[in-house]
């Protein structure tokens, strides 16, 4: 997909701050560094609208971009930065949590891993989250211009396993710096949005059948 419209509509610090318009939401979930804002950057085709961390751990509030009026992509701060205070680290916590569950238009999470390393206890601790509470994960394993194309299987393979993955969900090997898997996330984020839009309609039917 080219994406041709994109803007930042707000960075939130507070959920009264969100978005109200329903649209589709897909947050990016990762270590602080992996490159979720790289990501989603790449994806929208843009160098540098989703800040690039100077220093690790500096998004800190949920960003907002809404892409072709269709749907947001919601950048989330970073876990795992050992230099940010610990009661600020709970209070970030608690605002992903929050907006984790209880987020009504958010479709799915895009969780980021490095395809170079097995996933750390975090990311172990975040996909297990996401199953538990049965939110929808795409994975994505980035920086895979950093290892040579013939290692990628066998990276991927690790992630995987350290994951303990659900094959029913999307995996996939991803570079900010050169593309790779770009159009396979859309594709991923189009089916997403496809299965949730099939769902509603069951609903709506079932309650049909309901009421009369
Ligand atoms: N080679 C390479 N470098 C990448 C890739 N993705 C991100 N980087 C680099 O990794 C660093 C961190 O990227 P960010 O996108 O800022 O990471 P982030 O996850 O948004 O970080 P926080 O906002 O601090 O949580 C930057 O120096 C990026 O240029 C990639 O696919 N390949
Ligand atoms: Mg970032």
Redesign the pocket.
């Known amino acids: 997909m080219k994406v041709n419209n994109v803007e930042l509509v707000i960075s939130a610090a507070k959920p009264h701050q969100y978005p109200a318009d329903g649209l589709p939401e897909f947050a990016?979930a990762?270590?602080?560094?992996?490159?979720?804002?790289?990501?989603i950057?790449?994806m929208i085709g843009r160098k540098s609208l989703?800040?690039?961390?100077s220093?690790?751990?500096?998004?800190q509030t949920l960003n907002f971009y809404k892409i072709e009026n269709e749907l947001f992509f919601v950048?989330v701060?970073?876990y795992g930065?050992a230099k940010v205070a610990k009661t600020e680290r709970a209070a970030w916590g608690q605002m992903i949590e929050t907006y984790m569950t209880d987020r009504k238009p958010l479709f799915a999470c895009v969780q980021?891993v490095d395809l170079r390393h097995a996933p750390s206890a975090d990311d172990v601790a975040m996909y297990e989250f996401l199953k538990h509470h049965e939110i929808p994960a795409i994975v994505i394993a980035?920086?895979?211009?950093?290892i040579p194309k013939g290692k990628w299987q066998k990276h991927l393979k690790v992630v995987k396993e350290t994951l303990d993955f659900d094959p029913l969900d999307d995996i996939i090997v991803?570079?900010?710096?050169?593309g790779l898997g770009k159009d396979e996330v859309w594709k991923a984020v189009k089916k997403r949005m496809y299965e949730q839009k099939e769902y509603e309609a069951e609903l709506r039917n079932e309650q049909k059948e309901i009421d009369e």
Request: proline content about 5%.
């Open positions: 990016l990762g270590r602080s560094n992996v490159g979720k804002s790289s990501f950057n790449r989703a800040r690039i961390s220093k690790p751990g500096k998004t950048d701060p970073g930065y980021i980035t920086k895979a211009d950093k991803f570079s900010s710096e050169t």
